[in-house]
């Protein structure tokens, strides 16, 4: 029997079509077609100037979209040979961080309710709004926030940032604690994901997996541990592992990593001094309001930025970040000019959805479920 789930589908995250064939419940092949999404990322950003490029990248991961911020700025300012202030970098990492934690607060959601735990799925969601409500402080957008610049941030932390993450915080806390009561030994959760979607750590890195799903079977890799950026390096964080890689070891790498970003946040605090977020540079940074209204050097320096962008330096790079996925790269090639003349990005979904078919021969139609769950597919990343 041949069964069609998606691209419109309740279980499908993002646009995404599965063509099963079946034996009985028993999978006995599957093409998994992708590319519903496709909005053109890479054409579009031939055609913009560098900093125009940021609000595209936004739209790649939607739900963690100042991870897509911060990738993409760090892979230009290596083009630049710049390094941005300390404050700044302290900020990219909370930014980074707060939005992991929503990015794996939506996957647990989801992936509760696909399997009927309606009241889990509202802790989630519970914990994740206050989330957002912190990155609509930090942005005023929840989703498409556009808030990292080449060479600094939109602006500082405004006032009492702090303290709505803290709200935040201790909303994650408690709902974290009964969404762990309610699922984490339940017995029927549990029979339903240990086991199933399994992958070896052979095939896990023949495919090029990366992040939580390449952690769960094993495989210490994490880019903020292996190739550090921005201040990683100097806070204390432990890499979560599972060791059989199968759903439910997906599951707990990720309720643990929520723990993990709390604590880098808290050290980001910690350790964050007051200072400037920009570089003083205003060939690549806006120069201040009153610089442009009151001098002949601001005006024309503002001109030239936004009329013809940032002159990056003839050259080519690849600069890669740990996404909530896993390893999000972009490969940019610049031509001396204000516009990029290639930009590539290299989604972490995309690995993980080919490895898809052959995880799931053999196993039931009703695993493919909580499967497609924990690899966390979004379809804006992996179509581009």
Request: aromatic share 10%; proline share 5%; hydrophobic share 40%.
């Amino acid at each position: 029997m041949r069964v069609q789930l998606g691209p419109s589908h309740p279980a499908m995250h993002g646009t995404v079509r599965m063509d099963v064939i079946l034996e009985g419940e028993t999978i006995r092949d599957m093409d998994v077609d992708i590319g519903y999404l496709h909005r053109g990322f890479e054409i579009q950003s031939e055609n913009a100037t560098w900093t125009q490029v940021l609000p595209y990248t936004d739209r790649l991961n939607y739900l963690s979209s100042l991870c897509n911020n911060v990738g993409y700025v760090l892979a230009v300012e290596k083009l630049l040979q710049i390094d941005v202030t300390p404050r700044c970098k302290w900020i990219r990492m909370i930014s980074a961080e707060i939005a992991r934690i929503a990015d794996h607060l939506t996957a647990l959601a989801a992936g509760a309710l696909e399997l009927g735990g309606f009241t889990p799925m509202l802790f989630g969601m519970q914990a994740r709004e206050e989330f957002y409500k912190v990155i609509e402080h930090l942005c005023g957008a929840r989703l498409t926030t556009a808030y990292t610049r080449i060479g600094g941030l939109r602006w500082d932390l405004p006032e009492n940032f702090e303290a709505v993450y803290r709200r935040a915080e201790a909303s994650l806390v408690k709902n974290l604690a009964d969404m762990d009561k309610m699922l984490t030994r339940n017995r029927i959760f549990y029979d339903r994901m240990a086991d199933t979607g399994v992958i070896s750590q052979e095939d896990a890195i023949e495919y090029g997996w990366t992040g939580p799903c390449l952690r769960s079977t094993g495989v210490e890799y994490d880019v903020r541990k292996a190739h550090p950026y921005l201040y990683y390096d100097k806070v204390s964080f432990d890499v979560p592992l599972g060791h059989k890689g199968d759903n439910y070891d997906r599951y707990l790498v990720r309720i643990a990593e929520l723990k993990e970003s709390m604590k880098i946040i808290d050290q980001c605090f910690k350790f964050m001094e007051p200072g400037p977020v920009n570089v003083g540079d205003w060939s690549i940074v806006l120069p201040p309001k009153d610089a442009v209204y009151n001098t002949i050097e601001g005006m024309i320096a503002h001109f030239k930025l936004i009329m013809e962008g940032i002159a990056v330096p003839k050259g080519e790079v690849y600069g890669y970040t740990e996404a909530p996925n896993g390893e999000l790269g972009f490969y940019m090639v610049s031509a001396g000019v204000g516009k990029p003349w290639r930009v590539h990005c290299r989604p972490p979904c995309f690995a993980l959805v080919q490895a898809l078919k052959p995880m799931m021969i053999g196993e039931q139609l009703a695993d493919i479920i909580p499967t497609f769950d924990t690899i966390n597919m979004i379809g804006g990343e992996i179509d581009r």
